[in-house]
T-cell receptor, first 111, second 115 residues
């Protein structure tokens, strides 16, 4: 993706915790999104961070550090259905809500 | 619930054909977007529209055009399809100044194969 990096693939065990990292360029940054995409399906919204810190939403949490150009998505108590691609995307301050997506991290959860 | 629909899930066309991909959203969103998604490259923005009859080029507009005659409908047109346009095409819509940073909502995608 354009100026946004995340690992290509990760594997984890059912019941475990996994952290998916994302780094992005900081110039013109406004906010950061995480989306989940199951194979052959549309991306669905998970979280949006605009301020530094951790936002918790059930088993999923998202963290942002604006000064470091860094975010992560934390998935707890992993379930088989969490096997999917996780897309990091940042939005700039230029208007029209354009998103710049990373290439996505494919997470495989094993029993 | 926001609903974004796309006219076809799968489409097979021949090189040189004119191709229309339709997208409809039912939430009165101002912004609409067309992306293509390719393995290892992620989602790349082709065109977007922030109002009826308004359009802006995204990162990869070459070989594509768009039309937005009504607020709920955004069409992507491949004037003369080529094999390198074989891809998954995703449409999205978002409100302006909505909650959650103007979250984009995606349609199910159209997998286009150009032979």
């Amino acid at each position: 993706g354009q100026n946004i990096d995340q690992p290509t693939e990760m594997t984890a065990t059912e019941g475990a915790i996994v952290q998916i990292n994302c780094t992005y360029q900081t110039s013109g940054f406004n906010g950061l999104f995480w989306y989940q995409q199951h194979a052959g399906e549309a991306p669905t919204f998970l979280s949006y961070n605009v301020l530094d810190g951790l936002e918790e939403k059930g088993r999923f949490s998202s963290f942002l550090s604006r000064s470091k150009g860094y975010s992560y998505l934390l998935l707890k108590e992993l379930q088989m259905k969490d096997s999917a691609s996780y897309l990091c995307a940042w939005t700039g301050s230029g208007g029209y809500n354009k998103l710049i997506f990373g290439a996505g991290t494919r997470l495989a959860v094993h029993p | 619930d926001v609903k974004v629909t796309q006219s076809s899930r799968y489409l097979v066309k021949r090189t040189g054909e004119k191709v229309f991909l339709e997208c409809v959203q039912d939430m009165d969103h101002e912004n609409m977007f067309w992306y293509r998604q390719d393995p290892g490259l992620g989602l790349r923005l082709i065109y977007f529209s922030y109002d009826v009859k308004m359009k802006e080029k995204g990162d990869i507009p070459e070989g594509y055009s768009v039309s937005r005659e009504k607020k709920e409908r955004f069409s992507l047109i491949l004037e003369s399809a080529s094999t390198n346009q074989t891809s998954m095409y995703l449409c999205a819509s978002s409100p302006v100044n909505g909650e959650g940073g103007d979250t984009q909502y995606f349609g199910p995608g159209t997998r286009l194969t150009v032979l």
